[in-house]
């Protein structure tokens, strides 16, 4: 079963420095027919203007994942961390039993253009932390590159929960196949560009929930096709 979340009908926020839409519930966008995914609770792409972005706030029992498109996102902590993440980065914060945490675009020319994804845990009360790598795009053109774990193996930034996060890039014509285990479902993110999913079509913000499949063959429509997916209990 796939069922298809058009980007077109996501939820809408715009604060003039922020302009954000919501897969799932968020903020003051409320939807009962997509609270989440599985262990996915929250999918937002924002965009932030330069030198614009969000003061220090706390978060606490999610997993809390940043992943940049196109420019700089500067993060700061109350745990001592301090980074930009740049396309090809990684970054996942794990807010335990409480963290407060700042995020800033970094240039004060260009925007930049992320996706703030969270997933519950696995476990409540842990103690907060930080992890950050960066993923060459080399290492996923053509196929699905591990990016997150609950291992943390490969290489990938761990996760606690039992997901397993693949980024891949495709250029047209391109064509890979994925094999989902019993009991795992799916969740598919075009990020850019345009794909073949069983025969339907997918194109940049769309989503897609997949559940009670053996497996699923994607096909990119268009060069630079970029998509995250989501394997989990």
Do not use: C
Not at 87 to 113: C, K, W, Y
Request: glycine content about 8%; hydrophobic content about 35%.
């Amino acid at each position: 079963m796939i069922n298809i979340r058009p980007g077109n009908e996501r939820g809408n926020a715009n604060f003039g420095w922020l302009h954000s839409k919501h897969t799932f519930s968020f903020g003051n966008y409320y939807d009962p027919h997509h609270m989440g995914f599985a262990s996915l609770r929250v999918i937002n792409e924002d965009r932030v203007q330069p030198s614009k972005g969000f003061g220090t706030h706390s978060h606490q029992n999610m997993e809390i994942i940043s992943y940049v498109l196109e420019g700089e996102l500067e993060h700061k902590d109350n745990i001592g961390n301090g980074s930009v993440i740049r396309p090809g980065d990684l970054q996942r914060m794990s807010a335990g039993t409480g963290i407060s945490h700042s995020e800033f675009n970094a240039s004060p020319t260009d925007e930049v253009h992320f996706l703030q994804i969270w997933i519950l845990p696995n476990k409540k009360g842990i103690q907060p932390s930080y992890e950050q790598k960066h993923f060459p795009p080399a290492e996923n053109l053509g196929k699905f590159r591990l990016i997150g774990s609950q291992d943390g193996r490969d290489n990938s930034v761990t996760i606690h929960q039992d997901v397993n996060l693949y980024v891949a890039t495709l250029n047209q014509d391109d064509k890979v196949e994925y094999p989902i285990s019993h009991n795992r479902s799916v969740w598919l993110q075009v990020v850019r560009g345009a794909l073949d999913i069983n025969s339907q079509i997918l194109s940049a913000g769309d989503g897609a929930a997949i559940s009670q499949e053996n497996q699923i063959a994607i096909a990119a429509t268009i060069d630079n096709t970029e998509v995250l997916l989501f394997d989990m209990a």
